[in-house]
C-alpha cells in the first residue's frame, strides 16, 4: 500500500475507531487495524497529536494533498473538520479546525510544531487564526439568524404538550461546524440593536429564550428591513421580558377567575343549554382586557371587536360590562315579549355598544359586532365600521380606532374572507389603519383535526402574505399572552399595519357543551380531562412566587361567584328588562323627501360638472362625454344615465351628504359611462370632477376601484353604512350576477341585520341586469333571489330605466329617514342610448315614480308590464310594428306598488289583460314572485305572462340564439292575445 493510501485510510476509517483523538488532538485510540496499517506500535503513537502521528510516517509530503482530497469528508471526534489549502504556487497549509484555538498550551504548541515541520512558517498559523475566528463568528451569526427565522418550531406553545416541539437541523450548532468545545468561546454579534460579546454557550441559551420558549415569533419573512430591525430589537431586547408588577399580576389573575366561574356558573345552572363555552381559553379575557387598556393608552377612543360564538357570553361579561343579569334572562327566555318587533337572534350572536373608563381613568368607546355564524365573514365587516369612524379624520389619526378581530383557527385557515380582509388592509380606500388578529387555536374545528383542515404548519401562515408580524404563544402562560399584546398594539401603532396574534388554547367541553367529543378525538379530549384549569396553574405559580396568597385568590373567587348568585336571583324575579340586550333599534317608517332640484342649481351643478381643467389632457372620447354636459345645462341635450347619476351625487355633496361609492371598475364605470375619474393622457394625473362641487357644508365623494373580490368588500361597505349613517353608501357589482359570490353578506348581514339585531343598513347595491347575449355569467343578476328575501319591508327592490329615475331613487335614498337597503337593477346596453335619457324638467319637478304609465288608448287589446330594458326595447319594437299594445313599467318591484299599479292599469278599458313580458326564464325573473302580487293588485284583470322556457341556465351564450329567443318574445307580446296566454293544467284560468 502506498504511502498515500496508508494516510486517506486513516482519515478515512477514523470514524470506525481505527485511530481516534481526544479534545486536545491527541491519539487515544489505536487498533490493530491501525498498527498494520501504519507499521507503527501503539506506543509509539497514543499521546500523541494526529499531526505528529503522520509526519512521522515516510513521504509525508503526501499528507498535505490526502487531507485535500478528504476536505469536509472526515470527522473527528466532536464533529470537529479538518481542511487543507494548498496554493497554485507555493506549498501552504490552512488547518480549519478548532485544535488550533485549543487553551491547552501544551496541545496547542504540538499542532503548531507540527504544521511549521511542513511549512516552516510560524506567521501562517496565526494568519490562520484569524482567518478561523471569523468562519466561526460567520457560523454563529448564521445560528442566530436561523433562530430567529425558525426558532418557533422548538416554542412551548401547545398547552397539553400533545404536538411537541419539532426538530431542525438548522436550530442545532453542530449544523455549522460548532461543538462542545466551542461553548466557551467567546463571539461578538449583533443582538438587539447592539453589539455584544458572549460566550456560545451564552448565545444559546439566550435564543432559546427568545424565540423557543412560550412565544414563537414568525419576522423574518418581512422584506422591510427597518420593520425587521424594530422587530428584532424589541423581541431581544431586556423591556419584553420585563417581569410584571405584582399589581398587573394580581390583575391578570383576577381576570382568569372571573372567567372560569363565569363558565363553571352557567355550566351548572343551564346545563342543557349552548353557549359555546370559553373554558380552555379563558386567557382570551385578560388578553382583550389588556388590549382594550394598553390601545386607550396610546391613544385610541374606538375600538370595534368582532368574533364568532365562541366565548363572546364571556366577553359580553367581562370586558363589556353587560350584567349578567340580563344574560341570564335571555337563557330563561324571560324577555322575549320585548322581541316583538323583531326575529332576534340567540344569545352567542348579540352585539353591544358600550364605554369604559379603563383603570387610569381614559374612556374609550366599544362596539361589539354582531354576527351569525357564518364565522370569519364579521372580520371585513369590523373594518367597515372602522373605517367609518375614522372618516374625516387625518389619515396619521386612524389609529385612534382600533379594530379587533378574534378568530377560530380551523376559520382562519379555511374560509378564503380571511385572506379577503387582508389585502384591502393595505388599500388606500380600505385600510383601517392596522388590524389586530387574535387567533384562539383551539387545534381543532368542531371534530376536525388540523391535518385534515389545512397544509399549512399554522393556521395563521395565510397572514404572512402581509408582510406583518405573526406571535404564536401559549395561552396557559397568561403573563406571556400579556407580553405579547403589547408588542402587537406597539407594531400597529408605530407602522399601522395588521397584526396576528395566535394564541394556542384548547376546547374543553368540546364544539357544543351537549357534545361528547371523546367519540372523535379521545386522545386529545383525555388530556384536555386531565388539564387542571388555567387559572389553578397561573394562582399556583404565584403563590410560588410569594405574589399572592391563597386567603387571597379564594376571597376573589368566592366574590366572582357572589355576584352571578345574585344577578341569577334578580334575573329570575324582576320583571320583563326594559331594553333589550342587542344595541340599535329599527327606524322609523320613514318620510317621502323631494328629491326635485331647482333648475339653476342643477345647470350650476352641470356647468361644473362638464369643466376640464385647462392644462389637463383628457382622452379625446371622455373629453367629448364631459363636455357634453354644458349643452345639457342650458337644455340642447337631454341628461344621459350617467349625468343623472352625477347629478343625484353632486347636488347631494351640496346638501352635506357625503357620498362613497366602491366596486370593480366603479370609477370609469364597466360599460364605460360614468368616467367619475378623469385620467390625463400624457401624465396619468387624475382629475375628479365631483371634488369641484362646493356649497356651505359640501359633503365628501369618494369612488374607489375595488379588488377583484365581492365578499369582503360587501361586507366591509355593510360595515361602513352601520357607522356612516348619513352617508350615500354604494356598492356595484361588475355584471349583476357577481353578487352571488357575495350571497353570504347578503342573506345574513344586509337584508336581516335590522330584524335580527335592530340593525339598520341604507346600503345600495347597483346591480347590471339584462340578457344581450353575453352568455351565462353576464346577464341576469337573479332579481328572483332578492325577491325572496324580501319581508316586512326589509328592502326595497328596483329595476331603475332612466336617468331621471336614478337621480331621484339615488337622492331619496339618501334624504329619507328610513334606512333600508336598496337592491337597484340597472341597465347596460342602454346606458348610452336615447331610451334611457331624461328631460331636465323632470329632474327639475319629477319625483321616483314606481310604476311609469303608458298612453291610454280606447283600441289596446292588452297592457304590456315589464321592468328595465325590456321595456325600451318593446317600446322600439312595438313602434316599428305600429301595434297599439300598451307597456307599463314597473320600476320598483318591492315594496310592490299595487295601488300606483291599480291606478295605472284602471286608465284602460275595465278587465284589459295585463301580460307580464320578462326576458329571463319562467323559473327565474320575477314572474313567480310577482303573480299573487298582480292578482292581488288587479283584481279581475286576465293575468298572463310571456318568458322564456324553464332553464337551469339563465342564459345562452350564443348571441344568434339569444336574439331568436328575444324575437319570440317581441312576437308573443305584441302578437295575438293567445300567443301569448299560458295555461296552467287544473286551474282554469291563465297565469
Not at 327592490?797 to 334606512?819: I, K, M, P
Amino acid at each position: 500500500m502506498s504511502t498515500r493510501a496508508i494516510h486517506r485510510n486513516i482519515l478515512e476509517n477514523m470514524r470506525d475507531g481505527v485511530m481516534s483523538i481526544d479534545l486536545k488532538g491527541r491519539v487515544t485510540t489505536f487498533n490493530g487495524a491501525a498498527e498494520k496499517i501504519l507499521g507503527l506500535g501503539r506506543s509509539e503513537v497514543i499521546g500523541k497529536t494526529l499531526v505528529e502521528t503522520l509526519l512521522d510516517l515516510p513521504g509525508s509530503d503526501d499528507f498535505v494533498q490526502v487531507v485535500l482530497d478528504a476536505i469536509y469528508e472526515s470527522e473527528v471526534t466532536h464533529h470537529r473538520r479538518v481542511a487543507f489549502q494548498v496554493g497554485s504556487d507555493t506549498r501552504r497549509l490552512s488547518v480549519t479546525t478548532s485544535f488550533l484555538f485549543d487553551k491547552d498550551q501544551d496541545s496547542g504548541e504540538a499542532i503548531r510544531a507540527g504544521v511549521v515541520a511542513v511549512f516552516g512558517d510560524v506567521t501562517e498559523v496565526e494568519r490562520l487564526r484569524d482567518e478561523l475566528r471569523a468562519m466561526a463568528t460567520l457560523r454563529v451569526e448564521q445560528l442566530v439568524r436561523a433562530y430567529r427565522e425558525r426558532g418557533h418550531v422548538l416554542a412551548n406553545l401547545d398547552p397539553l404538550g400533545l404536538t411537541g416541539r419539532a426538530e431542525h437541523v438548522e436550530l442545532n450548532e453542530v449544523h455549522y461546524g460548532l461543538g462542545q468545545g466551542d461553548l466557551d468561546e467567546t463571539f461578538t454579534f449583533l443582538w438587539g440593536g447592539a453589539a455584544v460579546s458572549w460566550p456560545l454557550r451564552r448565545i444559546l441559551r439566550e435564543l432559546r429564550r427568545v424565540y423557543c420558549g412560550s412565544v414563537g415569533i414568525q419576522y423574518m419573512h418581512i422584506d422591510d428591513l427597518e420593520i425587521q430591525a424594530w422587530l428584532r430589537e424589541r423581541l431581544e431586547g431586556p423591556a419584553f421580558e420585563t417581569p410584571v408588577p405584582r399589581e398587573e399580576q394580581m390583575h391578570i389573575l383576577r381576570k382568569l377567575i372571573d372567567a372560569e366561574i363565569f363558565e363553571t356558573f352557567l355550566h351548572t345552572e343551564f346545563n342543557r343549554a349552548k353557549r359555546f363555552s370559553l373554558e380552555g381559553a379563558e386567557t382570551l379575557i385578560p388578553l382583550l382586557d389588556q388590549a382594550i387598556e394598553k390601545a386607550a393608552d396610546q391613544g385610541v377612543t374606538d375600538v370595534v371587536i368582532g368574533m364568532s360564538h365562541r366565548g363572546r357570553l364571556n366577553v359580553l361579561a367581562n370586558i363589556l360590562g353587560v350584567s349578567a343579569e340580563q344574560l341570564f334572562r335571555r337563557f330563561e327566555q324571560l324577555d322575549a315579549g320585548n322581541d316583538a318587533d323583531s326575529d332576534g337572534d340567540v344569545r352567542f350572536h348579540l352585539g353591544v355598544e358600550m364605554d369604559r373608563e379603563t383603570r387610569v381613568g381614559r374612556h374609550v368607546h366599544i362596539s361589539l359586532c354582531f354576527n351569525p355564524s357564518h364565522l370569519e365573514f364579521v372580520g371585513p365587516v369590523v373594518m367597515g365600521r372602522a373605517r367609518a369612524r375614522q372618516q374625516g379624520k387625518d389619515p396619521s389619526a386612524r389609529g385612534e380606532v382600533l379594530p379587533l378581530v378574534i378568530h377560530g383557527d380551523a376559520a382562519f385557515s379555511g374560509q378564503g374572507v380571511v385572506q379577503e380582509m387582508f389585502n384591502l388592509s393595505r388599500l388606500d380606500g380600505y385600510t383601517a389603519g392596522g388590524t389586530v388578529h387574535v387567533i384562539l387555536n383551539n387545534q381543532i374545528g368542531f371534530t376536525t383535526e388540523p391535518r385534515q383542515s389545512r397544509s399549512t404548519q399554522y393556521p395563521s401562515d395565510v397572514a404572512r402574505m402581509l408582510q406583518i408580524p405573526i406571535f404564536h404563544v401559549n395561552g396557559e402562560q397568561p403573563e406571556a399572552v400579556n407580553r405579547v399584546m403589547r408588542l402587537a398594539l406597539d407594531f400597529r401603532k408605530t407602522w399601522g399595519r395588521d397584526v396576528v396574534v395566535d394564541m394556542y388554547c384548547y376546547r374543553r367541553r368540546g364544539h357544543m357543551e351537549l357534545d361528547d367529543p371523546l367519540c372523535t378525538q379521545p386522545v386529545l379530549y383525555q388530556a384536555i380531562q386531565e388539564q387542571p384549569p388555567i387559572r389553578n396553574a397561573y394562582k399556583d405559580n404565584l403563590l410560588k412566587l410569594g405574589k399572592v396568597s391563597a386567603d387571597e385568590a379564594d376571597a376573589i373567587a368566592q366574590e366572582s361567584r357572589r355576584v352571578l348568585e345574585a344577578e341569577l336571583e334578580d334575573a329570575k324575579s324582576t320583571a320583563l328588562a326594559e331594553k333589550p340586550l342587542d344595541a340599535g333599534g329599527l327606524t322609523t317608517s320613514g318620510n317621502q323627501p323631494d328629491t326635485a332640484v331647482p333648475r339653476e342649481r342643477l345647470a350650476e351643478c352641470l356647468s361644473r360638472l362638464g369643466v376640464i381643467p385647462e392644462d389637463f389632457n383628457a382622452h379625446p372620447k371622455v373629453a367629448a362625454i364631459i363636455r357634453r354636459r354644458q349643452s345639457m345645462a342650458n337644455g340642447r341635450q337631454k341628461i344621459d344615465w350617467a349625468t343623472g347619476e352625477a347629478l343625484a351625487y353632486a347636488t347631494l355633496l351640496c346638501d352635506g351628504v357625503s357620498i362613497r361609492l366602491s366596486g370593480q371598475d366603479s370609477e370609469r364605470g364597466t360599460f364605460a359611462h360614468r368616467h367619475a375619474v378623469l385620467h390625463d393622457a400624457k401624465t396619468g394625473a387624475r382629475h375628479v370632477p365631483l371634488s369641484t362641487i362646493s356649497g356651505t357644508d359640501t359633503g365628501t365623494f369618494s369612488v374607489q376601484n375595488s379588488p377583484l373580490t365581492e365578499t369582503a368588500v360587501l361586507a366591509f361597505e355593510f360595515g361602513y353604512t352601520i357607522e356612516a349613517d348619513k352617508d350615500l353608501v354604494i356598492w356595484e357589482a361588475q355584471f349583476g350576477d357577481f353578487a352571488n359570490v357575495a350571497q353570504v353578506i347578503i342573506d345574513q348581514f344586509l337584508f336581516s341585520s335590522e330584524a335580527k339585531w335592530r340593525q339598520p343598513s341604507g346600503l345600495v347595491l347597483l346591480l347590471p341586469h339584462g340578457l344581450e347575449g353575453q352568455g351565462p355569467e353576464h346577464s341576469s343578476a337573479r332579481p328572483e333571489r332578492f325577491l325572496q328575501l324580501c319581508a316586512n319591508g326589509n328592502i326595497e327592490v328596483a329595476y331603475l330605466s332612466t336617468a331621471s329615475q336614478v337621480f331621484h331613487r339615488l337622492r331619496q335614498q339618501a334624504l329619507d329617514t328610513r334606512r333600508r337597503p336598496l337592491v337597484a337593477f340597472t341597465p347596460k346596453r342602454m346606458l348610452q342610448k336615447p331610451s334611457a335619457s331624461s328631460s331636465l324638467e323632470e329632474l327639475c319637478h319629477g319625483a321616483f315614480l314606481p310604476v311609469i304609465p303608458d298612453r291610454a288608448e280606447a283600441g289596446t287589446d292588452r297592457v304590456l308590464l315589464c321592468s328595465g330594458q325590456l321595456a325600451a326595447e318593446l317600446m322600439a319594437e312595438r313602434n316599428r310594428r305600429d301595434s297599439e299594445v300598451s307597456i307599463v313599467r314597473l320600476e320598483r318591484l318591492y315594496p310592490f306598488p299595487g295601488e300606483a299599479l291599480a291606478v295605472a292599469i284602471n286608465r284602460y278599458p275595465s278587465g284589459v289583460p295585463v301580460v307580464w313580458v320578462q326576458e329571463e326564464p319562467e323559473n327565474m325573473g320575477a314572474w313567480r314572485w310577482l303573480q299573487p302580487q298582480l292578482r292581488s293588485a288587479l283584481g279581475d284583470n286576465p293575468i298572463d305572462f310571456v318568458a322564456r322556457p324553464e332553464r337551469a341556465s339563465p342564459a345562452t351564450g350564443s348571441l344568434a340564439i339569444h336574439q331568436r329567443e328575444q324575437d319570440m318574445i317581441f312576437d308573443q307580446a305584441l302578437g295575438a292575445r293567445a300567443e301569448a296566454t299560458v295555461l296552467y293544467p287544473g286551474t282554469g284560468e291563465t297565469g
